[in-house]
């Protein structure tokens, strides 16, 4: 078998470099660097070329055994050169890995989410503690409230319809032109 890189394995198909693992009290701390593109703003979609600053941003992860995972992983904040748009920075989120205003990864979060929708609050918060999920029963019914919402609305809507079977079924499809 090929060797793998430790990003193969902690965190494949991430745009991040691993710096270093740790054991910190009985929890494995990841250290990491972005190393994804730039991105849009969110705002305007203007593609972002200047580093305004970079910080650390501290993500609760999948227990790994029976071990709590935190990732600290160092991100860049980016100017937006549009001058008609209001917002002066933004931070760069990782596909696959993070989410604007979100402490835990996205890989947590859909596990969250999965077991909200199976169970509902208490019985999901019970299995959550017994999987050392940290997630209280108003963090799990809030999930399942809110949908995986995209970073900003379409600002290009496209429409289509089309038939299924012409003059009795027909579907319409919305697609953001962007
Ligand atoms: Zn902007």
Redesign the pocket.
């Known amino acids: 078998m090929a060797s793998k890189t430790v990003e193969h394995v902690l965190f494949p198909g991430i745009d991040v470099r691993v710096e270093r693992v740790s054991d910190s009290s009985g929890s494995l701390v990841e250290e990491a660097v972005s190393t994804a593109r730039p991105g849009r703003?969110p705002?305007?979609?203007?593609q972002a070329r200047r580093v305004h600053s970079s910080y650390q941003r501290t993500l609760t992860e999948r227990p790994l055994g029976s071990r709590q995972v935190m990732v600290r992983l160092r991100v860049h904040r980016y100017f937006?050169d549009?001058r008609s748009?209001s917002?002066r920075t933004f931070v760069q989120q990782v596909g696959g890995l993070t989410e604007r205003h979100r402490r835990s990864s996205v890989g947590l979060t859909d596990w969250l989410r999965a077991i909200a929708v199976e169970l509902g609050g208490r019985p999901a918060a019970r299995l959550c503690h017994r999987l050392r999920l940290a997630a209280g029963r108003t963090r799990l019914l809030r999930l399942l409230k809110a949908s995986a919402v995209p970073d900003r609305a379409p600002q290009v809507l496209g429409v289509d319809e089309f038939a299924f079977r012409k003059g009795c079924t027909y579907g319409t499809v919305l697609v953001d032109v962007e």
């Open positions: 703003c705002d305007c979609r203007k937006c549009r748009c917002r």
